[in-house]
Nanobody
Framework: QVQLVESGGGLVQPGESLRLSCVTS????????IAWFRQAPGKEREHISC????????DTEKSVKGRFTISKVEEENTVYLQMTNLAPEDTAVYYC?????????????????WGQGTQVTVSA
C-alpha cells in the first residue's frame, strides 16, 4: 500500500527556514517521481517542486526557486523540501505526492498518491 506522510511544518517568522519531510512506504523511490505542492486558503493547489524517479531531474517553480530545494534519500524512503527565507506568502498546507513514472518531466505528471499535508505558517 502506497503511503506518504508529511511532517516538519509549523509556525515561523519571516526569513526563517523549515525542512519538510515526506516519508514514503509501499513503493521504491527508484520508480516513482515525487512532488511537493501547496495550497493556501482560498487559492488553488500549486506545484512547487518535483524530483524524478532517477533523481537526475528536478523542476522547481520560479516563485520559490533559489529558496526551496527538493532532495531525496532513497535509503530512508524520504523526500525533503528545504525552505529558506520564508515569507508570509509561503503560508499554506504543503503536500507531497507520488506517481510511478520514469519520465523526467515530473512537473506535468498526473500524481496519483497524496499525503495528508502539513501546515506551514509564516507570520511575524
Amino acid at each position: 500500500q502506497v503511503q506518504l506522510v508529511e511532517s516538519g511544518g509549523g509556525l515561523v517568522q519571516p526569513g526563517e527556514s523549515l525542512r519538510l519531510s515526506c516519508v514514503t512506504s509501499g513503493f521504491s523511490l527508484n520508480y516513482y517521481a515525487i512532488a511537493w505542492f501547496r495550497q493556501a486558503p482560498g487559492k488553488e493547489r500549486e506545484h512547487i517542486s518535483c524530483i524524478s524517479a532517477s533523481g537526475r531531474f528536478v523542476d522547481t517553480e520560479k516563485s520559490v526557486k533559489g529558496r526551496f530545494t527538493i532532495s531525496k534519500v532513497e535509503e530512508e524512503n524520504t523526500v525533503y523540501l528545504q525552505m529558506t527565507n520564508l515569507a508570509p506568502e509561503d503560508t499554506a498546507v504543503y503536500y507531497c505526492a507520488a506517481v510511478r513514472a520514469n519520465n523526467n518531466r515530473c512537473s506535468t505528471l498526473p500524481y496519483t498518491h497524496w499525503g495528508q499535508g502539513t501546515q506551514v505558517t509564516v507570520s511575524a
